[in-house]
């Protein structure tokens, strides 16, 4: 067997995530390629949760609707997922509580609950129990799973382990998996992969309002933040979390945001603050399907027009929609440096699927980031916060700075920073600020802004871009094809663009939103595309659906 | 007095004989006392709203960040988080700081962050031409009013002091000297401090002659007493006619937020191995 999907699915409050977490890292151990998808409702107990586990050979970053085994802690998980059930697939259900409609073959009924209380164990270790039968189930050795449950677990480690061991001891194996000699990469959400990534690029300061999916970026950065000395503040209200975050930057501190649609509304009038103080922040905004509250647990790619157009007035930013960790972590980085070399906005498109999904991680393949400091006033003449330059880059000084006045303004101002209204000034200063983001495109022509993935010369490409790349280029390579994914989206690549799409005939658009909001940005550069796909129910594509919708596409 | 030039070469566009002048003189006044003192200037920092207050930057030349309309409080709280050795001053205006922004200086007592906010409240909005604010009195006539509002105004010093506020004062554009003495010990006050400055706008409610016959200064209240200061400030509600007091209502030593909340800044040099050590233990 090449590649493994395991299912896991129950209510909330069953510990679902953990137990899919622990499966993956068991995997990840054996030495495959994980990716986890979870799927839960915006409920605290109750509902239907799962996660599916897929471990494979190779890298991957898509889920399947081919599911081998079936983790079921309760009915309906076999009756929600009985249309993945397919020949070959494995059934592990709790005997107390669902009742199998399928031959004895395929299932493996274990009395969790007979088995929790002999070992006095509390309800919510059913998941332990299943995760130790599963573990003989596909041949594994007790030892790795007990080595995991180690590293995981640090609260009743040993009770766990014991449950484990009945799970094991009561199940029989159903297939062998064997596990590869190859050695087991770091184990990331997309959120804590955007984190480091931050951090990499000089965070000093994380400001944040709770708001799903990029709560887990401020959770993760709370707990660890002490380790890199940073300041992690949750305030009032998003209003508050950027208003905070540009009086961290006049201050010369390294800051970032991080929010939702709904919170990056609030924050609309801080980025134009920004874009008119020429003050860098990076904002990290994780789209779900809206508009207002929509799906907050489910995901979505329909804010890009609205990262693009966030604010009043015309004003140079930065946007980009990392496809998986390792983009996550680069272009955090990069976005922290983009940022202060050019004092500009900058925004990090993610969404649910991204942020967190679990993923490899492979440090090697994220890319070398080069440390690019802001530039800095020589002390010499007179300081002038917005002294005009040929790239509209004016020196930067921060207080406590002797010989020096810093005065930015939110209001139109001359070289100094003091108001004015006069018209002379008022052009030259909205050239300068707009001159930045043709130096920035100029800039970028440094980077890998357009990637293709896939069969690179053949004449049909789909184009994708943020979270569906794992599961474009998936396709793409299945199916013989390009996959052409633009990262950077504005200032927007169209010349790097262009040749990505050298020798395409037939242009395939895919995006989880219902109106094809990149078709809409590349229109703007006199691109079309052939063909849409769009999905819009707030879940990602599974690689089955997604090559089948190209197939009918190609046709 | 030291000689320190803090005049910038931006034209002064309050009408004549607004209240305005009176707290920026006051406060060039205190600056340069603070600066003889031994405060560095470079390490002041003044931020502003939008309205005619927020102007207060532009006229003198220290280090500053004119803010947008009811979020100066935000950007004062980031400025001294970021570098706790900063003095940072943060003016507004009535409509500006209890209106939009009541949430940020709700939110900035209650964490009782080191930063003085001086707010001008002339208890109208002068920039948009005279509309009414949270402090006008009931039936007030604005422009958004003209048959006269029908809310009664909010006691600002009554909801900061519920919110924890640990300095609080009042003064008037009219009483340079007191407002001189108090600014001082708000800025040297540890914590969040607040000054209610009545600044009289000239052109849209004329309070001048109301003030100086109803106000009057305090003397020997006890500054600690939580319940001394409610009564003091509930004696005038902004609203009926009543004795004003002028001076400081509460002063309450008390942690301030940013004591509890910066700790050692490592450097940036082993990011890079802490961020591998992270990586490994996620294996
Ligand atoms: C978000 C926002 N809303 C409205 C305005 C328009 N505006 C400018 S100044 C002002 C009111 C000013 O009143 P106040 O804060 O009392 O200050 P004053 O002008 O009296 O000093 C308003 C509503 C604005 N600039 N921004
Ligand atoms: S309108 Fe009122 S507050 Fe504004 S400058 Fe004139 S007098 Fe002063």
């Known amino acids: 067997m090449d590649e493994l999907s395991i299912l896991i699915g129950g209510r909330a409050g069953f510990g679902i995530d953990r137990a899919g977490g622990i499966i993956g890292r068991l995997l990840n151990r054996m030495g495959y390629h994980i990716y986890i998808y979870r799927d839960y409702p915006s409920i605290i107990r109750g509902g239907h949760t799962f996660s599916i586990i897929r471990a494979s050979k190779n890298r991957i970053a898509s889920h399947r609707d081919k599911i081998d085994v079936i983790l079921a802690l309760n009915q309906d998980t076999l009756d929600f997922h009985k249309k993945r059930l397919n020949e070959g697939c494995f059934f592990i259900f709790d005997s107390e509580q669902v009742k199998p409609q399928m031959g004895p073959n395929c299932g493996l009924g274990l009395p969790l609950g007979k088995l929790l209380k002999e070992e006095l164990a509390p309800e919510i270790m059913r998941n332990t129990c299943i995760i130790g039968a599963l573990t003989k189930a596909i041949g594994a050795d007790f030892g790795i799973l007990e080595d995991t449950l180690k590293k995981e677990l640090a609260k009743d480690l040993d009770l766990n382990l014991k449950v484990a061991r009945r799970g094991f001891d009561a199940a029989r194996e159903l297939f062998n998996f064997e596990p590869l000699q190859q050695k087991s990469l770091p184990f990331l959400t997309g959120n804590q992969a955007l984190a480091l990534g931050l951090i990499k690029g000089g965070l000093n300061a994380y400001i944040s309002y709770p708001m799903t999916p990029s709560s887990p970026i401020l959770h993760y950065l709370a707990e660890i933040g002490d380790d890199f000395g940073l300041d992690v503040i949750h305030p009032e209200s998003e209003i508050s979390v950027i208003l905070m975050a540009l009086g961290y930057a006049y201050a010369g501190k390294k800051v970032a945001v991080g929010t939702s649609g709904g919170g990056f509304c609030l924050m609309t009038e801080g980025l134009s603050l920004a874009g008119m103080a020429e003050l860098p922040v990076v904002v990290i905004l994780g789209q779900r399907p809206g508009p207002s509250t929509g799906l907050p647990t489910y995901s979505a790619q329909s804010d890009l027009h609205f990262a693009l157009n966030a604010g009043q007035g015309e004003f140079a930013r930065f946007v980009v929609a990392p496809g998986d960790a390792e983009e996550a972590y680069y272009w955090s980085a990069a976005s922290m440096n983009i940022s202060w070399k050019y004092q500009i906005p900058g925004i990090i498109l993610t969404d649910k699927n991204l942020g967190e999904g679990i993923f490899n991680f492979d440090l090697m393949l994220a890319g070398e980031i080069k440390e690019e400091g802001p530039v800095l006033w020589n002390g010499e003449s007179t300081y002038k916060r917005y002294s005009a330059a040929k790239n509209g880059v004016s020196p930067l000084a921060f207080a406590p700075s002797k010989d020096a006045v810093i005065k930015v303004n939110s209001y139109e101002h001359d070289e100094s920073g003091i108001t004015t209204e006069e018209p002379q000034q008022t052009k030259m200063m909205q050239e300068k600020r707009l001159r930045k983001e043709k130096y920035l495109a100029l800039d970028l022509e440094n980077f890998n802004t357009v990637k293709v993935h896939a069969e690179k010369e053949s004449e049909t490409a789909l184009l994708c871009w943020g979270s569906n790349k794992g599961v474009c280029v998936e396709a793409a390579r299945r199916l013989g094809l390009r996959a052409v994914q633009p990262v950077v989206l504005n200032p927007f690549g169209a010349k790097q663009f262009q040749e990505a799409l050298a020798g395409v005939k037939k242009l395939i658009l895919v995006e989880n939103n219902a109106t094809g909001q990149l078709m809409r940005l590349i229109g703007g550069y006199g691109f079309k595309v052939d063909k849409q796909i769009f999905k819009y129910d707030g879940r990602p594509f599974s690689l089955e659906e997604l090559e089948e919708e190209v197939k009918g596409a190609i046709k | ?283």
């Open chain 2, 1 to 283: 007095m030291n000689k320190i030039n803090l005049d910038t070469y931006a034209p002064n566009t309050w009408c004549p004989g607004c209240g305005n002048f009176a707290i920026m003189n006051a406060v060039k006044l205190v600056i340069a006392q603070l600066s003889a003192e031994g405060l560095p200037l470079e390490d002041i920092v003044l931020v502003s709203g939008i309205g005619c207050h927020g102007k207060i930057v532009d006229y003198i030349n220290v280090n500053s960040f004119y803010s947008i309309h009811g979020r100066a409080t935000p950007v004062a709280e980031g400025i001294k988080l970021a570098k706790p050795g900063l003095k940072v001053i943060c003016f507004a205006g009535d409509g500006d700081a209890y209106g939009e922004g009541i949430e940020h200086l709700i939110f900035a007592a209650k964490r009782n962050i080191d930063i003085t906010m001086v707010i001008h409240n002339n208890r109208v909005y002068g920039l948009t031409t005279g509309q009414y604010t949270p402090t006008s009195p009931l039936g007030f006539k604005g422009r958004s009013t003209p048959r006269g509002t029908v809310e009664p105004p909010i006691n600002p010093l009554e909801l900061m002091l519920a919110s924890g506020a640990t300095y609080l004062a009042r003064g008037t554009s009219h009483g340079i000297e007191l407002l001189k003495k108090i600014f001082k010990e708000a800025i040297l006050h540890k914590g969040f401090s607040l000054v209610d400055v009545l600044q009289v706008c000239v052109t849209y409610f004329n309070m001048y002659e109301y003030y100086n016959k109803h106000v009057y200064e305090l003397k020997d209240n006890n500054l600690q007493d939580f319940n001394q200061a409610l009564n003091k400030i509930r004696e005038w509600d902004y609203n009926h006619e009543a004795p004003i007091a002028l001076g400081v209502f509460y002063r309450k030593e008390f942690p301030a937020f940013e004591d509890n909340f910066i700790k050692d800044r490592p450097g940036q040099a082993d990011r890079e191995s802490k961020i591998s050590e992270f990586l490994n233990k996620n294996i």
